[in-house]
């Protein structure tokens, strides 16, 4: 027989009202990059775009997803005695040889820091077994997050015509790479000392921007006579993570802090849904099941956006969904219990 919900009490985020508190205080930001996006990096809000979803190449911006595939595939402890097939890759260089061993993690230092292309093949041949099968693999990690304006060819993001990204899905790639602790790290790292075999490097940060802006925290530069300066900066504010894509930007670092700007002074972050919040309870027969959503939700909000937040405690379905305007941007399914706070 269908059993008979009756739903005596729900947690208040069904009628529950979000207000962003942000104060206004830069108009939307130009920028000379050919194509360029903002990011928050939880939610994957666009704040601000110019030709986001153009493909174009990217250069060393490439290795951002280099890293993260190496990084879901390989432990950085990993020791990898380098191939002479990853010696001598034109552009930049942190000057391998043939024979010497290096740690996984030592190598995503000279990928990110230095954007060492013999690094990025080095890394590419031990993970993937070849160049080409790599690619592949970056390919997967790409369409894994639902990017479908890429195309990876190479490790490094050296000139191949069928070697393109969007700002967009760029920017994508790097939030869910910023999520990863290691990844994080190194990319947020100004400077570091790398021993091995008995020597010693000191490896710079490209990133000038570390240096520059207040809260900033990652994350790659590129350059390639194809594909101009591109960058792809980061950084952190009251809770906030922001990315900012510019591919094609002569003044790349520049564009970057005031695109930061823009977002910090018109955005700010606000939690619509608490982690482990009790969402509502359903009485059967006397007897109570407790609704929790186990995942907290935030949201980047402009002055006067509103969130609103609906719970469905219903037989065959029990889900809490969040709304801006008519468009959902955060559901997820409730976990049922039958003691309180447990």
Not at 9 to 23: E, M, P
Request: glycine share 8%.
């Amino acid at each position: 027989m269908k059993k008979f919900f009756v739903v005596l009490c729900v947690f208040l985020l069904a009628c529950c009202v979000f207000t962003g508190t942000a104060t206004m205080v830069a108009s939307a930001q130009s920028t000379s990059a050919k194509s360029a996006v903002v990011m928050e990096k939880n939610s994957c809000r666009v704040l601000y775009e110019k030709n986001s979803h153009h493909k174009l190449p990217m250069a060393s911006t490439t290795k951002i997803v280099t890293a993260l595939t190496v990084l879901q595939n390989s432990a950085t402890d990993k020791v990898v005695e380098i191939p002479r097939e990853a010696c001598g890759i034109e552009g930049s260089s942190v000057y391998l040889t043939a024979g010497e061993h290096f740690t996984v993690e030592q190598l995503l230092y000279g990928l990110m820091l230095r954007s060492g292309n013999d690094c990025a093949v080095a890394l590419a041949l031990t993970v993937g077994g070849s160049v080409q099968g790599f690619a592949e693999m970056m390919n997967d990690t790409a369409a894994s997050l639902g990017c479908c304006e890429s195309n990876f060819k190479n490790p490094h993001g050296l000139p191949d015509d069928n070697h393109y990204t969007s700002a967009y899905d760029l920017a994508v790639i790097t939030c869910a790479a910023l999520k990863n602790k290691e990844f994080q790290k190194i990319v947020s790292t100004k400077s570091v000392r790398i021993s091995n075999d008995g020597k010693e490097r000191v490896w710079t940060n490209k990133n000038k921007l570390l240096s520059s802006y207040d809260g900033a925290d990652g994350v790659k530069t590129g350059y390639t006579k194809k594909a101009g300066r591109c960058f792809v900066g980061s950084a952190t504010k009251n809770g906030m993570q922001v990315v900012v894509v510019v591919l094609n930007c002569g003044p790349m670092f520049e564009d970057t802090a005031k695109l930061l700007d823009y977002a910090f002074a018109n955005y700010s972050l606000r939690v619509a849904v608490p982690e482990n919040k009790l969402c509502g309870v359903v009485y059967e027969r006397g007897k109570p099941t407790y609704y929790y959503c186990s995942e907290g939700f935030s949201y980047p909000l402009k002055e006067g956006e509103q969130l609103k937040c609906n719970v469905v405690l219903q037989e065959d379905k029990q889900q809490i969904e969040v709304y801006l305007g008519d468009s959902c941007v955060f559901r997820r399914n409730l976990t049922a219990q039958t003691q309180f706070g447990r």
